[in-house]
């Protein structure tokens, strides 16, 4: 069952197509990042889920069931960094947080210690660092133990200290079977933490699946041989190879499916070639990003 399926979903504010006709479903327990350049509507579609906006078509299924308050609830929201007060403790803002959820103050002790914050509970939060800061508004969405976590470009601002804080965290909630919907347009960051991706371009969805089946677009393999201008013709005759160049002493041959390094180390030899060397390789999700936001430019 997804923990979130989106069918169809469009939104326009006035003449901007903000979303046009948005359908992915978000597996429970995946860590899913939304990822897009800026502009591409990533923080709408973050904004219909949560009920802050409406769309103007379509629908989505919150734990298979049309979204009601009680669903709602199972879901935790960083839409935008909260407004702590400065001169608070830690602990004092997420009483006013758990006041705000009208929750009771019993679960302040177990989301500071989950981000890591119990230490420092008691400083005022003007003295705390980006990445605290940011944890400690993690920990107020944690109020209340939602299964599933919505979080708007969570390491957006941070220096890189922070983005590896809030990186752990997040690895940290995946690993204790929370379900994580994040937007970014950080695709390292995606990478490094999301297990599934949907790709959005001015509003239009790209692709969504496995991190591994879009990173895995468009695998290419390094050889080398003595004779690599032979190599590479005959890796152009190679069933699926949609392309090869030479770089250096190297050649990269590309493939639209993933390879298998074996069978061609068995067909190069059978074309007489003998392999000095043979690496597969993948290219970043990065690369991937911008080849397919490249295509669908194009
Ligand atoms: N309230 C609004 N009124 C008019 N246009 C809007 C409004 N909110 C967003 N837009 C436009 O809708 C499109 C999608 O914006 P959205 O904020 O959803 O994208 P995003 O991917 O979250 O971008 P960013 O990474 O910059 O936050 C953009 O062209 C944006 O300018």
């Not at 297990?195 to 496995?210: E, K």
Request: aromatic share 6%; with cysteine.
């Amino acid at each position: 069952m997804p923990i979130l399926s989106l069918q169809n979903i469009s939104k326009k504010y006035g003449t901007v197509q903000a979303l046009s006709g948005v359908s992915f479903d978000v597996p429970a327990g995946s860590v899913f990042g939304v990822l897009g350049p800026n502009g591409s509507g990533k923080t709408t579609l973050l904004g219909i889920v949560t009920d802050v906006l409406k769309a103007d078509t379509g629908s989505f299924t919150l734990f298979d069931k049309a979204p009601s308050a009680a669903e709602r609830r199972q879901i935790g929201t960083l839409l935008e960094t909260p407004n702590f007060y400065h001169y608070l403790s830690a602990y004092k803002n997420l009483e006013i947080s758990a006041a705000i959820k009208q929750r009771g103050k019993d679960d302040i002790a177990r989301v500071l210690e989950i981000c890591g914050l119990t230490q420092r509970q008691h400083s005022a939060f003007k003295t705390y660092s980006l990445g605290m800061k940011q944890r400690l508004a993690i920990a107020a969405v944690l109020l209340g133990d939602p299964d599933v976590l919505i979080l708007d470009e969570p390491t957006n601002g941070l220096d890189p200290s922070g983005i590896a804080e809030v990186r752990e965290l997040v690895r940290k909630l995946a690993d204790s079977g929370k379900t994580i919907i994040l937007a970014s347009h950080l695709l390292d960051e995606v990478e490094k933490v999301c297990t599934h991706v949907a790709i959005l371009r001015s509003g239009q969805l790209l692709l969504s699946g496995p991190v591994h089946t879009v990173i895995s677009r468009n695998d290419f393999v390094e050889l080398s041989a003595a004779d690599n201008t032979q190599l590479q013709a005959a890796m152009l005759r190679y069933p699926g190879c949609t392309g090869a160049e030479i770089q250096g002493n190297i050649v990269r041959a590309f493939f639209a499916e993933s390879p298998d390094a074996a069978a061609i180390n068995s067909y190069c030899a059978q074309q007489g070639i003998w392999l000095s060397y043979l690496q597969l390789r993948k290219k970043s999700l990065e690369t991937a990003f911008l080849e397919i936001t490249n295509i669908a430019a194009s």
